[in-house]
T-cell receptor
Framework: GAVVSQHPSRVICKSGTSVKIECRSL??????MFWYRQFPKQSLMLMAT?????????EQGVEKDKFLINHASLTLSTLTVTSAHPEDSSFYIC???????????????FGNGTRLTVT | GESVGLHLPTLSVQEGDNSIINCAYS??????FIWYKQESGKGPQFIID?????DKRQGQRVTVLLNKTVKHLSLQIAATQPGDSAVYFC???????????FGGGTRLMVKP
């Protein structure tokens, strides 16, 4: 079963509004979560690293004021796309670091992504 | 540098044949590698991993080969099935690092 739950799976919003995406680790604590963005037919691009109880670390070129990340608990990180524009339309994917490698001994588990469409 | 690609290449194979998907990585400090499968509209799914102290690892129907000399990784899928059709990504984590970097990906299409 899924070990990382991402919600919503799809969202359509109007330009100028904000959208919040949640990423939850199930049955394990994740001090570190990662947010990726994926455009059609392209690879996943790391946007930021979310650290529980501290500020997120953003990759070069990613606007921290536009993509707000909050990791207030050991099982939840949120990504808020503020004042969304059509160019923000993309597939956003989170992953959570599982230091004990509970599934497949893998240290990282991915959510099923959120398809954001800004009209 | 980071190995990031655009415009996924496609590998088309006949059902029952073996598939080989290749990946070149750029960071010689990477010591842990993972292959992921991504189906349309879903997140990446773990397939198999390998650490840099190994050059081969086998799973069920899949084998990963690592050539550190030329920084090359490959995924072999035996007896490819229609359900294997997806995009496959290699990913690397540098030594003592935390961040996963994805390669460009390859779309595998299995013809029945």
């Amino acid at each position: 079963g899924a070990v990382v739950s991402q919600h919503p799976s799809r969202v359509i919003c109007k330009s100028g509004t904000s959208v919040k995406i949640e990423c939850r680790s199930l049955d394990f604590q994740a001090t570190t979560m990662f947010w990726y963005r994926q455009f059609p037919k392209q690879s996943l691009m790391l946007m930021a690293t979310s650290n529980e109880g501290s500020k997120a670390t953003y990759e070069q070129g990613v606007e921290k004021d536009k993509f707000l990340i909050n990791h207030a608990s050991l099982t939840l990180s949120t990504l808020t796309v503020t004042s969304a524009h059509p160019e923000d339309s993309s597939f956003y994917i989170c992953s959570a670091r599982d230091l004990q490698g509970r599934v497949n001994n893998s240290p990282l588990h991915f959510g099923n992504g959120t398809r954001l469409t800004v009209t | 540098g980071e190995s990031v690609g655009l415009h996924l290449p496609t590998l088309s194979v006949q059902e029952g044949d073996n598939s080989i998907i290749n990946c070149a990585y750029s960071n010689s400090a990477s010591d842990y590698f993972i292959w992921y499968k991504q189906e349309s509209g879903k997140g990446p799914q773990f397939i198999i991993d390998i650490r840099s102290n190994m050059d081969k690892r086998q799973g069920q129907r899949v084998t990963v080969l690592l050539n550190k000399t030329v920084k090359h990784l490959s995924l072999q899928i035996a007896a490819t099935q229609p359900g294997d059709s997806a995009v496959y990504f290699c990913a690397e984590i540098p030594n003592a690092g935390n961040m996963l970097t994805f390669g460009g990906g390859t779309r595998l299409m299995v013809k029945p």
